[in-house]
């Protein structure tokens, strides 16, 4: 809950900074790419959290990973929060800031599963669906899930719109165990 808290703050500072800097794209593509490499890089974010490895040897590190690909504005921030002793929360921090920019910009992201991919008259039909009950900009992630056999699952945010067949079918099966011989007396 702690860490929570002062990830939020910190990445509210900078795109608070970032907006004031006129670089607001350009933190939220390089928050983006370390998240990335956070999530894909395990000994990466094993390297943040370890108390042996030295602050100038992390900032040794991710200057040598990250130099050529990140702006001033987000090297410069990262390596505040690495010798503020912060630099575990780095993917926390990437998260929130990620967070922030699609409620700054009024973007909403959605799932979509299905068993088979969808064509764009279907994508467009949800993302105007999405847009409509929102009236925020659609940024569409779609999956495909075989065992959900046919239909589609829809999640926004804490909302999922589940009309797949196996759970049609789940349903139907729990109606058929009830038994419908019990006296209810």
Do not use: W
Not at 103 to 113: G, P, Q
Request: net charge positive; with cysteine; charged share 25%.
């Amino acid at each position: 809950m702690i860490s929570s808290k002062i990830t939020k703050r910190y990445a509210k500072s900078l795109i608070e900074l970032s907006i004031e800097r006129g670089q607001l794209t350009n933190s939220y593509n390089d928050l983006v790419l370390v998240n990335k490499v956070c999530a894909e890089n395990s000994d990466f974010t094993l390297m943040l959290k370890s108390p042996i490895i030295g602050t100038e040897k992390k900032l040794a590190i991710i200057n040598s990973i990250f130099s050529n690909q990140l702006s001033k504005l987000t090297l410069l921030f990262i390596e505040i929060i690495t010798k503020k002793k912060r630099e575990s929360l780095l993917s926390s921090i990437a998260e929130n800031f990620v967070e922030l920019y699609k409620t700054h910009n009024k973007i909403i992201s959605a799932s979509v599963i299905t068993s088979v991919p969808i064509d764009n008259t279907i994508r467009d039909k949800i993302i105007s669906l999405v847009k409509k009950n929102t009236e925020f900009e659609v940024e569409l992630n779609e999956k495909i899930n075989t065992e959900i056999i046919g239909g589609s699952i829809i999640n926004i945010g804490d909302y999922q719109l589940d009309s797949s067949v196996k759970t049609q079918l789940q349903n139907l099966k729990n109606s058929y165990n009830k038994n419908l011989f019990v006296k209810d007396y």
